[in-house]
Nanobody, 122 residues
Framework: VQLQASGGGLVQAGGSLRLSCAASGSTFSSYTVGWFRQAPGKEREFVATINWSGSWTYYTDSVKGRFTISRDNTKSTMYLQMNSLKAEDTALYYC????????????????WGQGTLVTVSS
């Protein structure tokens, strides 16, 4: 599966952005998908994941209550709605797909998009 992330940009603290990730080349609904991010000088970290049907989601503690992951299998697209953004959310955001039933570790995801940059100004 090929993944293409979009929707990043510059936003003030407290603002919102919605990231999208369009999939192609394989049956999108058969994959668990997720979002990761990597800030300058830091390791890539898990943000959120959603199972194939959308019935199960999981978030890292720092984004709970602010970010929402979702998917539309009819459009082969996943989303990350980000509200109440903070300066510490600034990072390159990657979408990823996994053949596993669930996952939150980068090594569990075999397919990656190119990343979209989110910059939050304080």
């Amino acid at each position: 599966v090929q993944l293409q992330a979009s929707g990043g940009g510059l936003v003030q603290a407290g603002g919102s952005l919605r990231l999208s990730c369009a999939a192609s080349g394989s049956t999108f609904s058969s994959y668990t998908v997720g979002w990761f991010r990597q800030a300058p000088g830091k390791e890539r970290e898990f943000v959120a994941t959603i199972n194939w049907s959308g019935s199960w989601t999981y978030y890292t503690d720092s984004v709970k209550g602010r970010f929402t992951i979702s998917r539309d299998n009819t459009k082969s697209t996943m989303y990350l709605q980000m509200n109440s953004l903070k300066a510490e959310d600034t990072a390159l955001y990657y979408c990823a797909a996994s053949s596993a039933s669930y996952g939150s570790q980068p090594r569990q995801f075999g397919y990656w998009g190119q990343g979209t940059l989110v910059t939050v100004s304080s």
